[in-house]
């Protein structure tokens, strides 16, 4: 059981996924609310959310009455109790400019206290954020000197809120805010949490007011010890954001964060978990927390510094932490954005090697990363991934109809030999066990890794051969399905191959089609069908029909794949098809006749300006030329 607003984090889980808090969703004890005034936020949000309102004039005067009740109740007591922080939340979120302002005014005396609690953060956050969007699109004084006045305290209690959880996570989301670029998501759970989540707002042209406020909100930043928030649980996930945002924004104090992080590196580990056999390693590497932040550190580095990293901290120890349980995720990132293909071919070269004894760990992440490095870096000729996972499996060539059921099982081919022999013992009663088709979440993701490069040659035979009770079973299961998915709308597999499955698999498609996996399969088949094959798939839909429309998830297939207009007949059906095909040519078509004037104008103005700065006497003959030029360009593609 995990206490209400603490931290738990399994130092081999993704370090992406740091920190995780989890909220019991009940109410907090702390707030000593009468059940009256309880029961009146619980249907004045009942109201917000509904939002029913026949004239403007009715939401204001709710909104006046609410603030009113707010202001005698006392903020604080309001933002603590989990129902009524929601009402401020509801009302954040559609609220004037002076009914944000009035809100501001009774958050500012306690906002460190409100940034530090479980609730009142949430409302906190996406008061800041409503707060900077008002600034970016109203440019009000008031909201100004507000949001200076905000961040003043803010700045001053750094230390304090860097220590908490919810205090971490509000000084992130303000400098993703105020920067107006997102590169965190909000990982804490909370029931029924989806109020404001789309509040966010992007630019890439800040304010003034925001940039001078940026600017002494990150240099108070810096002057916290950046080496003693590398391996804090909240400074961790903080100095993260801080590093990207910094690097979007071209900030001065960049270059003392990367000397700090690279400076950690130093400090080596011999005896970690087993790992000693191969020498010292990084320790900042093997942490939980830190690790999270060299994965942003490589993101933001350039080529000669990460080739440098690599030689220096990587080279000798890449196999060790490959199959570290923390720093495979490096590992990964780094094959990511491999500075050049010296440094992938070397990478590459010896983690192939070592395919089975990561499978075996479940670490596929890094396999997934290794075949995207190799593809992208065009290594094929090196060594063929393909050949080295069914080499990892110990399958045999003759019995390449089994590599499939291998792979998303994540079992070697003899294993696999031996469940399936079992399989074929009767019970106990007499009758014949059934085939069970095992999937795992490790095996999903690698298969999906593959068919989105388009790697399925050696896979195409135990795919399209599959049972019915198989395909049935891989495209409801949630793990499986997504496999089933990819392969399905990856673009790099040919249609044929994406045909020859869908034959195999027309006749269940009613058993998957109510279902919440099912129904998506239903769908990416659909779309990637050939007339001749949707019309076999509506005839299988149809014959239940009624079925499909009243459940959930079979109704959006029907809508989604137009069969109200299959029932009417092929023909008006056919009709419908390719005039639907022929809205998406002629849009794609739009967009492209506008990318190429786009081009065309974006060349005629640097023509001029360069013909401006060489200060020739023909600048405006040639200005006439580009435009005549442009102008035939653009009969040519009418023609």
């Given at each position: 059981?995990?206490?209400?607003?603490?931290?738990?984090?399994?130092?081999?889980?993704?370090?992406?996924?740091?920190?995780?808090?989890?909220?019991?969703?009940?109410?907090?004890?702390?707030?000593?609310?009468?059940?009256?005034?309880?029961?009146?936020?619980?249907?004045?949000?009942?109201?917000?959310e509904k939002e029913e309102f026949d004239h403007e004039n009715e939401r204001i005067l709710l909104e006046e009455k609410?603030?009113?009740?707010?202001?005698?109740?006392?903020?604080?007591?309001?933002?603590?109790?989990?129902?009524?922080?929601?009402?401020?939340?509801?009302?954040?979120?559609?609220?004037?400019?002076?009914?944000?302002?009035?809100?501001?005014?009774?958050?500012?005396?306690?906002?460190?206290?409100?940034?530090?609690?479980?609730?009142?953060?949430?409302?906190?956050?996406?008061?800041?954020?409503?707060?900077?969007?008002?600034?970016?699109?109203?440019?009000?004084?008031?909201?100004?000197?507000?949001?200076?006045?905000?961040?003043?305290?803010?700045?001053?209690?750094?230390?304090?809120?860097?220590?908490?959880?919810?205090?971490?996570?509000?000084?992130?989301?303000?400098?993703?805010?105020?920067?107006?670029?997102?590169?965190?998501?909000?990982?804490?759970?909370?029931?029924?949490?989806?109020?404001?989540?789309?509040?966010?707002?992007?630019?890439?042209?800040?304010?003034?007011?925001?940039?001078?406020?940026?600017?002494?909100?990150?240099?108070?930043?810096?002057?916290?010890?950046?080496?003693?928030?590398?391996?804090?649980?909240?400074?961790?996930?903080?100095?993260?954001?801080?590093?990207?945002?910094?690097?979007?924004?071209?900030?001065?104090?960049?270059?003392?964060?990367?000397?700090?992080?690279?400076?950690?590196?130093?400090?080596?580990?011999?005896?970690?978990?087993?790992?000693?056999?191969?020498?010292?390693?990084?320790?900042?590497?093997?942490?939980?927390?830190?690790?999270?932040?060299?994965?942003?550190?490589?993101?933001?580095?350039?080529?000669?510094?990460?080739?440098?990293?690599?030689?220096?901290?990587?080279?000798?120890?890449?196999?060790?932490?490959?199959?570290?349980?923390?720093?495979?995720?490096?590992?990964?990132?780094?094959?990511?954005?491999?500075?050049?293909?010296?440094?992938?071919?070397?990478?590459?070269?010896?983690?192939?090697?070592?395919?089975?004894?990561?499978?075996?760990?479940?670490?596929?992440?890094?396999?997934?990363?290794?075949?995207?490095?190799?593809?992208?870096h065009g290594l094929g000729s090196s060594f063929d991934i393909i050949k080295e996972l069914q080499s990892a499996f110990?399958?045999?060539?003759?019995?390449?109809?089994?590599?499939?059921?291998?792979?998303?099982?994540?079992?070697?081919?003899?294993?696999?030999?031996?469940?399936?022999?079992?399989?074929?013992?009767?019970?106990?009663?007499?009758?014949?066990?059934?085939?069970?088709?095992?999937?795992?979440?490790?095996?999903?993701?690698?298969?999906?890794?593959?068919?989105?490069?388009?790697?399925?040659?050696?896979?195409?035979?135990?795919?399209?051969?599959?049972?019915?009770?198989?395909?049935?079973?891989?495209?409801?299961?949630?793990?499986?399905?997504?496999?089933?998915?990819?392969?399905?709308?990856?673009?790099?597999?040919?249609?044929?191959?994406?045909?020859?499955?869908?034959?195999?698999?027309?006749?269940?498609?009613?058993?998957?089609?109510?279902?919440?996996?099912?129904?998506?399969?239903?769908?990416?088949?659909?779309?990637?069908?050939?007339?001749?094959?949707?019309?076999?798939?509506?005839?299988?839909?149809?014959?239940?029909?009624?079925?499909?429309?009243?459940?959930?998830?079979?109704?959006?297939?029907?809508?989604?794949?137009?069969?109200?207009?299959?029932?009417?007949?092929?023909?008006?059906?056919?009709?419908?098809?390719?005039?639907?095909?022929?809205?998406?040519?002629?849009?794609?078509?739009?967009?492209?006749?506008?990318?190429?004037?786009?081009?065309?104008?974006?060349?005629?103005?640097?023509?001029?300006?360069?013909?401006?700065?060489?200060?020739?006497?023909?600048?405006?003959?040639?200005?006439?030329?580009?435009?005549?030029?442009?102008?035939?360009?653009?009969?040519?593609?009418?023609?």
């Amino acid at each position: 059981m995990v206490p209400d607003g603490e931290e738990t984090y399994n130092s081999a889980a993704n370090p992406d996924s740091v920190p995780v808090v989890y909220s019991s969703g009940g109410r907090d004890t702390a707030s000593d609310l009468p059940k009256s005034v309880l029961d009146y936020y619980v249907n004045i949000e009942k109201v917000l959310e509904k939002e029913e309102f026949d004239h403007e004039n009715e939401r204001i005067l709710l909104e006046e009455k609410l603030l009113d009740q707010i202001k005698c109740d006392g903020i604080t007591k309001i933002l603590y109790h989990w129902d009524c922080s929601r009402v401020v939340e509801r009302l954040l979120v559609n609220s004037s400019s002076a009914t944000l302002l009035e809100l501001g005014s009774l958050f500012l005396p306690d906002v460190i206290d409100l940034a530090c609690h479980n609730f009142a953060s949430h409302v906190l956050e996406l008061f800041i954020m409503k707060l900077v969007k008002e600034i970016h699109i109203k440019e009000s004084p008031e909201a100004i000197e507000l949001a200076e006045q905000v961040f003043r305290k803010l700045c001053l209690e750094v230390s304090k809120l860097i220590s908490n959880v919810h205090g971490s996570y509000t000084l992130r989301s303000s400098l993703q805010v105020l920067v107006g670029i997102k590169v965190e998501e909000d990982k804490r759970k909370r029931k029924r949490w989806d109020i404001g989540k789309d509040s966010f707002y992007e630019t890439s042209n800040t304010h003034p007011t925001l940039k001078r406020i940026l600017h002494k909100f990150t240099k108070r930043l810096v002057k916290e010890d950046v080496g003693a928030l590398l391996w804090s649980q909240q400074g961790a996930p903080l100095l993260s954001v801080l590093l990207l945002l910094l690097h979007r924004t071209n900030n001065k104090s960049l270059p003392n964060l990367k000397s700090v992080i690279s400076d950690s590196f130093e400090k080596k580990v011999t005896d970690y978990k087993g790992f000693d056999q191969f020498g010292p390693l990084p320790a900042v590497l093997l942490d939980s927390k830190s690790s999270y932040v060299v994965q942003s550190y490589i993101k933001i580095c350039n080529k000669e510094e990460l080739e440098a990293l690599y030689d220096t901290q990587y080279k000798r120890v890449i196999v060790p932490l490959s199959l570290h349980p923390v720093a495979n995720y490096t590992v990964q990132t780094l094959l990511e954005h491999a500075p050049s293909r010296i440094v992938a071919l070397d990478m590459c070269q010896q983690i192939v090697p070592i395919f089975e004894d990561l499978l075996a760990e479940s670490i596929t992440g890094v396999v997934i990363s290794v075949t995207k490095c190799s593809h992208h870096h065009g290594l094929g000729s090196s060594f063929d991934i393909i050949k080295e996972l069914q080499s990892a499996f110990h399958v045999p060539v003759d019995q390449i109809h089994d590599f499939f059921r291998c792979l998303m099982s994540l079992t070697t081919h003899d294993v696999l030999l031996e469940k399936l022999e079992s399989y074929k013992k009767p019970t106990q009663s007499g009758k014949p066990r059934r085939d069970r088709f095992e999937a795992t979440l490790a095996g999903s993701l690698l298969l999906q890794g593959l068919f989105k490069l388009g790697l399925v040659g050696k896979l195409e035979e135990g795919l399209c051969s599959l049972s019915e009770d198989h395909i049935v079973y891989l495209s409801t299961n949630p793990q499986s399905s997504h496999a089933i998915q990819a392969f399905l709308t990856s673009a790099a597999i040919s249609s044929s191959v994406k045909h020859r499955f869908i034959k195999t698999s027309v006749f269940v498609l009613d058993k998957l089609v109510m279902t919440p996996s099912g129904s998506r399969i239903v769908e990416a088949m659909w779309a990637a069908s050939s007339n001749e094959l949707k019309s076999a798939i509506g005839q299988v839909l149809l014959s239940k029909e009624q079925a499909i429309k009243d459940n959930t998830y079979g109704s959006i297939v029907w809508k989604n794949c137009n069969l109200k207009a299959f029932k009417l007949g092929v023909n008006s059906w056919e009709e419908a098809e390719r005039m639907k095909k022929k809205k998406v040519e002629s849009f794609e078509k739009l967009i492209g006749d506008k990318n190429e004037k786009e081009e065309t104008l974006d060349s005629i103005q640097i023509s001029n300006g360069n013909e401006g700065k060489v200060g020739g006497d023909h600048s405006e003959d040639v200005k006439a030329r580009d435009i005549r030029q442009a102008k035939k360009s653009k009969k040519q593609r009418k023609g």
